[in-house]
């Protein structure tokens, strides 16, 4: 019921906003308010993925935890990283000829991007505390300190696992933000070459794709150390569990083992055809995809 009233606070605060400074009352009374509906549905979106990120830090182990320092340079520091792909993203896109027929257009979508960058930024920065966790266990785990506790190996299983899980989560929330956000380039696109408000020429489909394609990027770029942290961490505790002899040959019991440990811990072959990590990497460029190909009308 909330959220269905702050969708209705949005919505109307979009048109209202369009109405006081239109400077084209058909596009505003028409295919704009296609926009604002798909506007509200990523704003509404974007506030559930918060309250959803918060909460998912506030269940992380005691042991993830860090100061009030290590919180204020994180802050700042995704602060930065947001600031600078919105520069990197506004110089390219600075040499478009559309222009929205509303004035003041650039300061709400300044607003609108601070709202989806907000969001993601509870999981952008459980990405980086599962990065110090699993660094440092990994560290544990390599070092030679002796045989194997079966205590201490299953409580890393539950670890490697309960990080796997993390990996998914703050990688589909922030595809999810990102895909909305492409998705509403599109909607805007769709709206303003539909209404006759600017012509297709000077709103390519090149540049939602390029929106969507950077983006895509970024949340690589996110996500990968954490990955190869994990997946390092994961292999170096099945060579701990199940270690090989000293002659190094591997017997088939063992091999067998071993497969069965890397696929419970999601290392195996299928990690690369994922559904999940796929869908979150190439989500944004996806979606970005499907808008370009929907017909604009005339």
């Known amino acids: 019921m909330v959220f269905v009233l702050l969708a209705a606070l949005v919505f109307h605060g979009l048109v209202v906003f369009a109405q006081l400074n239109s400077r084209d009352d058909a596009f505003v009374d028409h295919d704009f308010r296609f926009w604002a509906a798909m506007a509200t549905l990523s704003f509404a979106v ?3 993925l918060l309250v959803r990120g918060i909460t998912a830090i506030r269940a992380f182990p005691a042991s993830w ?3 009030r320092r290590w919180w204020l340079a994180s802050l700042a520091s995704y602060a930065v990283l947001m600031l600078a792909a919105g520069t990197m993203l506004g110089g390219v896109s600075r040499g478009n000829s559309f222009e929205v027929p509303i004035r ?7 607003v609108l991007t601070a709202v989806g960058a ?9 990405v980086w505390l599962a990065q ?4 440092k266990a990994a560290e544990q785990v390599t070092a030679p300190d002796g045989a194997a506790d079966p205590t201490a190996i299953a409580t890393a299983v539950t670890d490697v696992l309960t990080m796997w899980r993390t990996i998914e989560r703050s990688g589909l929330a922030p595809s999810l933000i990102v895909s909305t956000s492409a998705f509403n380039t599109g909607a805007l696109r769709l709206a303003l070459i539909g209404s006759g408000a600017v012509e297709p020429d000077d709103f390519p489909p090149v ?3 390029g929106y969507g394609a950077f983006f895509a990027a970024v949340l690589v770029a996110i996500l990968l150390p954490l990955v190869l942290t994990w997946r390092t961490w994961a292999f170096a505790l099945v060579e701990r569990a199940l270690p090989a002899p000293d002659s190094g040959l591997l017997g088939e019991d ?3 083992a071993r497969t069965r440990m890397e696929a419970q811990l999601h290392i195996d072959g ?7 990590a796929i869908l979150s990497v190439l989500s944004p460029f996806a979606t970005a995809l499907v808008t370009t190909l929907v017909p604009s009308g005339g």
């Open 104 to 110: 003041h257009f650039p300061a709400l979508i300044t």
């Open 207 to 209: 540049f939602v794709l």
């Open 46 to 48: 974007w506030i559930a």
């Open 270 to 276: 299928r990690f690369l055809r994922n559904p999940l």
């Open 132 to 135: 110090e966790s699993a660094k």
């Open 118 to 126: 907000a969001a993601a930024a509870p999981w952008v920065i459980s």
């Open 65 to 67: 935890r860090r100061g």
């Open 254 to 256: 063992l091999i067998a």
